[in-house]
């Protein structure tokens, strides 16, 4: 049986770096395409089923904050690794943000590079929107911003975390007990109605029927 090699596409207008990283990968045995601008790199992304994408900050014609937040507004959920010479907290922030899944900095050890696009394509491309939107309900992590039929919504940080929790599980029935685990402090003393409570302050924020209770299961967040 002939396997195929997983196929990457490497976006960097640096040629030397780009021949460097495709004559070792390709030994490593990727299939490895290369785009030395933003625009070639977000029209190749779009069109060809990529298995990972490594992407430059600082491109000609788009940036790679730029094709990686159209590629994810477009439900591209290709993994992006993203390579920069900026190395700031905020930089990496922003783009793990925009939508990308790691960030590394240039100059970076090619064995590291590897070991991060091998970890990417363990997890495969799986939806995971930097805006979560459930229905009418949308919901920003990064700017802590929600709103409901565009209006927007004032939450407390409890409740926004709660939000955010069902949300990440639109559809699925949530237990008091896994609310608990993955919204309260383990440590501090909480109280035992606390899910009940900031349920009902929620569905007063954002309609009682977007979040739904499960009699003798748990609640559950619906579109």
């Known amino acids: 049986m002939t396997l195929v090699p997983m196929r990457l596409l490497l976006v960097d207008d640096e040629s030397r770096l780009t021949a460097a990283l495709r004559k070792g990968l390709t030994a490593d045995g990727f299939a490895v395409d290369v785009a030395s601008d933003g625009v070639e790199g977000l029209e190749r992304a779009g069109q060809e089923p990529y298995d990972a994408v490594v992407l430059d900050v600082m491109l000609p014609g788009l940036s790679g904050y730029e094709v990686v937040r159209r590629l994810r507004a477009a439900d591209n959920w290709v993994p992006v690794l993203m390579l920069s010479a900026k190395d700031g907290e905020h930089d990496q922030a922003d783009a793990l943000d925009d939508g990308a899944d790691d960030y590394l900095t240039k100059p970076f050890s090619y064995v590291v590079l590897l070991a991060r696009i091998r970890a ?10 930097a805006v979560l939107r459930v229905g009418e309900v949308r ?15 004032e939450l407390t940080s409890r409740e926004f975390a709660l939000l955010e929790y ?3 599980h639109a559809g699925r029935v949530l237990t008091k007990t896994e609310l608990l685990d993955h919204v309260w402090d383990a440590a501090a003393e909480t109280a035992p109605n ?10 007063r924020k954002i309609g009682a029927e977007r979040l739904l209770t499960v009699r003798g299961a748990g609640y559950r967040l619906v579109g």
């Not at 990417?120 to 929107?129: D, E, H, Y």
């Open 139 to 153: 919901l920003d992590p990064a700017s802590r911003e929600v709103d409901v039929a565009g209006a927007p919504v």
């Open 166 to 168: 069902l949300a990440r």
């Open 120 to 129: 990417l394509l363990r997890r495969g491309s799986v939806a995971r929107p």
């Open 194 to 203: 606390a899910v009940e409570v900031y349920v009902g302050y929620l569905r």
